[in-house]
């Protein structure tokens, strides 16, 4: 079944690539489909299009359907074009004349737009929470190891003292700004465009306001020829906020896969957490966050693709939209899952205690060295001649007593300022 069928077949190529994927990529927004459904059967009802017995009977319809998508059994074969073909096929099968009348004032272009903003809405509601949870695991582990130094680099070369709790809560407050961004993306997508139809709106005297209430958006996308044009726009500023989310969590993992190395030592994982080699018995590969780190970084180039499929399309639709989906909807379930994982297996990581007096970290205190003199007087560029000449000559002999006190610094962590951040 095609909503657009006129009386004859297209060709079974045409139709196979027309189609492509969509029948199982449309599983995800199925729920959403009917939610758009409901409140569009709502609104013509509340204009005279249809009966309240016929909306009775459209309610019922539609959430048996819903029941169906919920437990898993809800299957769209290849006899049907898309999940909205087959939700319509499913109401005029139970109900008659009465499910031929679902997709009055509507076209098939805004029912799969209002279904993807209601699936971007409530996915980007549920990795918000994902990141949350993540974010306080991040500070307690902070909280944890806030006394247990690490060695910190600049271009991969010791530079100066850091702290585990530096290094935890430093990603847990880099998730805020990525947030931040989720958040500003979940009001761009809160906006109703139900009612836009092919693009151009409809000539029957639809209530906007009402499915906007029904669906629990906040506003609507007023222009109608706007609504249609934020598809392509919606994906690409989606795609910019899972990117940076999916940046901070990538260089996280790569710091994981480094300090977990022979040359580092820092941490470990238990044995259960890690794959082996099939040649070398002793080996524990960090598979998991290598994988992480691969996944986020294919999620960072999402947004390129949705640029370049949308980036010079006039207004109006188009078929290159049905590109977007897919691998949209794969970020949202990959990043998900990065999400997941990544809590699950850093709440196992077992800090070690680094030994600073190993002579590789013998420079680590030379700022620190450098300080010290400063506070007995010296100039700044003076002490550091001093301690570089101490450097030089291989006399110098580090000071590991040094506090750091100031905001920020890993004597002085601020967790609960830094919690207090997350946006609400």
Same mark, same amino acid.
């Given at each position: 079944m095609k909503l657009w069928d006129k009386g004859y077949a297209i060709d079974k190529k045409i139709e196979a690539f027309t189609v492509g994927? #969509?029948?199982?990529? #449309?599983?995800?927004?199925?729920?959403?489909?009917?939610?758009?459904?409901?409140?569009?059967? /709502?609104m013509l009802e509340a204009i005279g299009i249809i009966t309240s017995e016929e909306l009775s009977q459209l309610k019922t319809g539609l959430n048996s359907i819903a029941t169906s998508i919920e437990e898993g059994v809800f299957t769209i074969d290849d006899t049907f074009e898309d999940v909205?073909?087959?939700?319509? !096929?499913? +109401?005029?099968?139970?109900?008659?004349?009465?499910?031929?009348?679902?997709?009055?004032?509507?076209?098939?272009n805004d029912q799969v737009l209002v279904a993807l903003h209601l699936y971007y809405?409530?996915?980007?509601?549920?990795?918000?929470?994902?990141?949350?949870?993540?974010?306080?695991?991040? =500070?307690?582990?902070?909280?944890?190891?806030? #006394?247990?130094?690490?060695?910190?680099?600049?271009?991969?070369?010791?530079?100066?003292?850091?702290? !585990?709790? +530096?290094? !935890?809560?430093?990603?847990?407050?880099?998730?805020?700004? #990525?947030?931040?961004l989720l958040n500003a993306v979940s009001k761009i997508v809160d906006q109703n465009p139900l009612g836009s139809a092919a693009g151009y709106g409809s000539s029957f005297p639809i *209530?906007?306001?009402?499915?906007?209430?029904?669906l629990q958006f906040s506003t609507l996308k007023y222009?109608?020829?706007?609504?249609?044009?934020?598809?392509?726009?919606?994906?690409?500023?989606?795609?910019?906020? =899972?990117?940076?989310?999916?940046?901070?969590m990538a260089r996280f993992a790569m710091d994981i896969c480094i300090y977990m190395s022979q040359n580092f030592r820092f941490i470990s994982f238990p044995d259960e957490l890690t794959t082996g080699s099939s040649i070398m018995p002793h080996k524990k590969n960090p598979d998991v966050f290598e994988l992480i780190r691969g996944k986020c970084n294919k999620i960072q180039a999402l947004h390129t693709e949705m640029l370049l499929i949308t980036n010079n399309l006039p207004s109006g639709y188009h078929r290159d939209f049905q590109l977007l989906k897919e691998n949209m909807i794969n970020a949202f379930e990959d990043i998900s899952d990065i999400l997941d994982i990544f809590n699950f297996a850093?709440?196992?990581?077992? /800090?070690? *205690?680094?030994?600073?007096? *190993?002579?590789?970290?013998?420079?680590?205190?030379?700022?620190?060295?450098?300080?010290?003199?400063?506070?007995?007087?010296?100039?700044?560029?003076?002490a550091y001649q001093n301690i570089g000449d101490q450097v030089q000559n291989n006399t110098y002999?580090? *000071?590991?007593?040094?506090?750091?006190?100031?905001?920020g610094s890993m004597g002085n962590l601020?967790?609960?300022?830094?919690?207090?951040?997350?946006?609400?």
């Amino acid at each position: 079944m095609k909503l657009w069928d006129k009386g004859y077949a297209i060709d079974k190529k045409i139709e196979a690539f027309t189609v492509g994927n #969509d029948r199982e990529i #449309d599983l995800h927004i199925a729920k959403y489909d009917v939610q758009a459904s409901l409140a569009h059967a /709502v609104m013509l009802e509340a204009i005279g299009i249809i009966t309240s017995e016929e909306l009775s009977q459209l309610k019922t319809g539609l959430n048996s359907i819903a029941t169906s998508i919920e437990e898993g059994v809800f299957t769209i074969d290849d006899t049907f074009e898309d999940v909205h073909s087959k939700i319509e !096929f499913e +109401l005029t099968k139970t109900l008659g004349d009465v499910g031929k009348k679902i997709h009055t004032a509507r076209s098939r272009n805004d029912q799969v737009l209002v279904a993807l903003h209601l699936y971007y809405k409530d996915h980007l509601k549920q990795i918000k929470t994902k990141a949350h949870t993540f974010f306080e695991t991040l =500070l307690s582990l902070a909280e944890t190891h806030k #006394d247990q130094l690490l060695p910190g680099y600049t271009h991969l070369q010791v530079a100066m003292p850091s702290s !585990f709790g +530096l290094w !935890f809560s430093a990603y847990a407050e880099l998730l805020i700004d #990525d947030v931040h961004l989720l958040n500003a993306v979940s009001k761009i997508v809160d906006q109703n465009p139900l009612g836009s139809a092919a693009g151009y709106g409809s000539s029957f005297p639809i *209530d906007r306001q009402i499915t906007t209430e029904e669906l629990q958006f906040s506003t609507l996308k007023y222009n109608v020829v706007a609504a249609q044009l934020s598809r392509g726009k919606n994906e690409r500023t989606i795609a910019s906020a =899972l990117g940076a989310l999916s940046n901070t969590m990538a260089r996280f993992a790569m710091d994981i896969c480094i300090y977990m190395s022979q040359n580092f030592r820092f941490i470990s994982f238990p044995d259960e957490l890690t794959t082996g080699s099939s040649i070398m018995p002793h080996k524990k590969n960090p598979d998991v966050f290598e994988l992480i780190r691969g996944k986020c970084n294919k999620i960072q180039a999402l947004h390129t693709e949705m640029l370049l499929i949308t980036n010079n399309l006039p207004s109006g639709y188009h078929r290159d939209f049905q590109l977007l989906k897919e691998n949209m909807i794969n970020a949202f379930e990959d990043i998900s899952d990065i999400l997941d994982i990544f809590n699950f297996a850093i709440q196992q990581i077992i /800090v070690k *205690d680094i030994d600073l007096n *190993d002579e590789k970290y013998k420079y680590l205190f030379t700022v620190d060295s450098i300080n010290n003199l400063v506070v007995a007087g010296m100039s700044f560029r003076e002490a550091y001649q001093n301690i570089g000449d101490q450097v030089q000559n291989n006399t110098y002999q580090p *000071d590991l007593g040094k506090k750091h006190t100031h905001i920020g610094s890993m004597g002085n962590l601020c967790l609960e300022e830094i919690r207090a951040k997350f946006p609400k």
